[in-house]
């Protein structure tokens, strides 16, 4: 099994060094092509208007500089054009993508590209259970539970383009609860916080903070799975279509 990793917290982050980890356990065909730099919030972006440039740092390892998405187009249209990745892997995130953000989400997006490619994708993110930790979060449950997330997903087929979204809980290794599989779940954005305040030179400044978890009967969703201690693998597909709207917009323009 050819294995291609990518990110989107960039080829040095601690994230895709557990990432390597957990693919070392399924293969030893391990490809790495990441973003040089820090792409989060990048979404399903792409660069358009300046090149793109790929350093080598050693065989099947590789850097690019752009979003997530041009790492791994960059990987199956050049780097591994010959040599394609039977199974796209992207994260570990340092931090969750969970309900709507996986719309933003670089990682998940990653994972996106990989999935109207044609590849098998997975998009892994570790949540950290406050701010401030930097690159000092714990990847514990990644690290000790990834391959055991993971590893049934890649003995089943998939339909076309879907990804899957799996996100660790906050928690130590040998406190998690187990594996439950979720839909995506919601955040409350009416009631979206804004933190309000002035640099040291007197300019105001905002920062966005994230709304409450809607919670749904029997804890149903992403957001709940972890907020629960559980790791949430969460199925996502490409067809943004609302289908119970067709017939009645049909019926609106006749």
Same mark, same amino acid.
């Given at each position: ?47 358009? @208007? $300046?090149?793109?440039?790929? $350093? ?10 752009? @979003? ?14 010959? *040599? ?8 570990? *995130?340092?931090?969750? *993508? ?11 997006? =990653? ?11 997975? =998009?892994?993110?570790?949540? &950290?259970? $406050? ?9 514990? =449950? ?22 899957? *979204? ?22 409350? &954005?009416? $009631? ?12 105001? &400044? ?25 790791? =949430? ?7 943004? @279509? ?13």
């Amino acid at each position: 099994m050819r294995i291609l990793l990518t990110n989107d917290d960039g080829y040095h982050a601690r994230g895709l060094a557990v990432l390597e980890e957990i693919a070392a356990a399924f293969s030893d065909d391990v490809w790495v092509v990441a973003p040089a730099e820090e792409q989060s919030g990048a979404g399903h972006s792409l660069t358009l @208007t $300046r090149p793109l440039r790929i $350093r080598k740092f050693a065989e099947k390892r590789f850097a690019v500089s752009g @979003t997530p998405t041009d790492a791994v187009m960059m990987a199956l249209a050049r780097i591994m054009k010959d *040599n394609p990745p039977d199974v796209i892997l992207s994260g570990v *995130n340092r931090g969750a *993508n969970l309900a709507e953000d996986v719309t933003y989400s670089g990682t998940v997006s =990653a994972a996106m590209e990989g999935a109207l490619a044609g590849v098998r994708s997975i =998009a892994l993110s570790q949540v &950290y259970s $406050r701010e401030g930790l930097g690159d000092a979060i714990p990847f514990s =449950a990644a690290r000790e539970w990834g391959a055991r997330a993971i590893g049934p997903l890649l003995k089943m087929d998939w339909p076309a383009r879907t990804l899957v *979204n799996v996100n660790f809980p906050a928690l130590p290794a040998d406190q998690v609860r187990g594996i439950r599989v979720v839909a995506q779940g919601l955040r409350d &954005y009416g $009631r979206l916080q804004i933190v309000s305040n002035h640099d040291p030179r007197g300019f105001e &400044y905002h920062w966005f903070a994230l709304g409450p978890t809607v919670e749904t009967p029997a804890h149903a969703t992403d957001l709940e799975a972890v907020q629960d201690g559980h790791i =949430a693998v969460t199925p996502l597909h490409l067809d943004l @279509t609302h289908r119970d709207s067709l017939d009645m917009l049909t019926q609106a323009y006749r």
